[in-house]
Nanobody
Framework: QVQLVESGGGLVQAGGSLRLSCAASGRTSSSYVMGWFRQAPGKEREFVAA????????FYTDSVKGRFTISRDNAENTLYLQMNSLKPEDTARYYC????????????????WGQGTQVTVSS
């Protein structure tokens, strides 16, 4: 079992930045492919970004490319999502996920999930 706890969400103005963190704990927590998903009210949980164990390979949904950066610090068992140039459409609850496989872009391709952290972007 891996436990994931997100933090860093909040309310920001459009164009602002936030840095989300996901602290992982449990057996072999640092060995997992990890990712970020988000879910707005009334919408499906959608893929945002994913990162390989080494951090060498990263993947992003088109809408955040060039604005968001996923990274990880395996020594600290922590996943990050640096979000710049935030837009109102980025408003959602952001979830950390671990144990990714396959395309890494689908909810059912991850084993472990955090409880999420809210990100709200206003104009």
């Amino acid at each position: 079992q891996v436990q994931l706890v997100e933090s860093g969400g909040g309310l920001v103005q459009a164009g602002g930045s936030l840095r989300l963190s996901c602290a992982a704990s449990g057996r072999t927590s640092s060995s997992y492919v990890m990712g970020w998903f988000r879910q707005a009210p009334g919408k499906e949980r959608e893929f945002v970004a994913a990162i390989s164990f080494s951090g060498t390979n990263t993947f992003y949904t088109d809408s955040v490319k060039g604005r968001f950066t996923i990274s990880r610090d395996n020594a600290e068992n922590t996943l990050y999502l640096q979000m710049n140039s935030l837009k109102p459409e980025d408003t959602a609850r952001y979830y950390c996920a671990a144990g990714g496989w396959g395309t890494l872009r689908m909810v059912d391709e991850y084993v472990y999930w955090g409880q999420g952290t809210q990100v709200t972007v206003s104009s």
